[in-house]
């Protein structure tokens, strides 16, 4: 059984359009993450839940907004896509925040 | 703003050889996780060391920590064909966890 688990695995759109990734996980944690990973492999936290709440929001553009319906959860939305948002994005979680964290096998967006 | 920083960013041995990789972050600690990246594939947890701990073993991979020098050092001996990946040092403080731009290792057969 896949333990984080992200939907589509692939997302091409056009510039302007609003598009959600899907993010489960069936580990029991506590803790959900977002991650932005550009071109060049750098790893970038965008936001982190605990229990449904939010604790992280790193200086992310407003049009990305985080959905937490349950502690298992964690969906992203962005509006207006723009080229810049052209990267793969992963979902993690972990049972505490300084605990390991898991990671789902990435969502790759590209921006036509 | 990044935090980690490691050191190769890409390293070509051959099988059997040993391979080390650094990392240096820039505020202090809870832990230092080291992860590793398969193309196409999620980041997976390989060992975690705590500020107070130095050094840390898991199978052939060796961890150390030298908080004076806000670095680590990650060691894969005796490496094989499929330790080819990325390998990503994170820095952990106070719910706050930071990822470097990790080193490329290539492993040939």
């Known amino acids: 059984d896949t333990a984080v688990s992200q939907t589509p695995k692939y997302l091409v759109t056009q510039m302007g359009n609003d598009k959600s990734i899907k993010c489960e996980q069936n580990?029991?944690?506590?803790?959900m993450y977002w991650y932005k990973q550009d071109s060049k492999k750098f790893l970038k936290i965008m936001f982190s839940?605990?229990?449904?709440?939010?604790?992280i929001n790193e200086t992310v553009p407003n049009r990305f907004s985080p959905k937490s319906p349950d502690k298992a959860h964690l969906n992203l939305h962005i509006n207006s896509l723009e080229l810049g948002d052209s990267a793969v994005y992963f979902c993690?979680?972990?049972?505490?925040?300084?605990?390991?964290?898991?990671f789902g096998d990435g969502t790759r967006l590209s921006i036509l | 703003s990044q935090q980690g920083e490691e050191d190769p960013q890409a390293l070509s041995i051959q099988e059997g050889e040993n391979a080390t990789m650094n990392c240096s972050y820039k505020?202090?600690?809870?832990?230092l996780q080291w992860y590793r990246q398969n193309s196409g594939r999620g980041l997976v947890h390989l060992i975690l060391?705590?500020?107070?701990?130095r050094e840390k073993h898991s199978g052939r991979l060796r961890v150390t920590l030298d908080t004076s020098k806000k670095s680590s050092s990650l060691l894969i001996t005796a490496s094989r064909a499929a330790d080819t990946a990325s390998y990503f040092c994170?820095?952990?403080?106070?719910?706050?966890?930071?990822f470097g731009a990790g080193t490329r290792l290539t492993v040939k057969p």
């Open positions: 994170a820095s952990y403080n106070n719910n706050d966890m930071r």
């Open positions: 060391i705590r500020s107070n701990e």
């Open positions: 580990l029991g944690h506590d803790t």
């Open positions: 839940y605990n229990n449904k709440e939010l604790i």
């Open positions: 505020t202090s600690i809870n832990n």
């Open positions: 993690a979680s972990s049972s505490d925040s300084f605990r390991p964290q898991h």
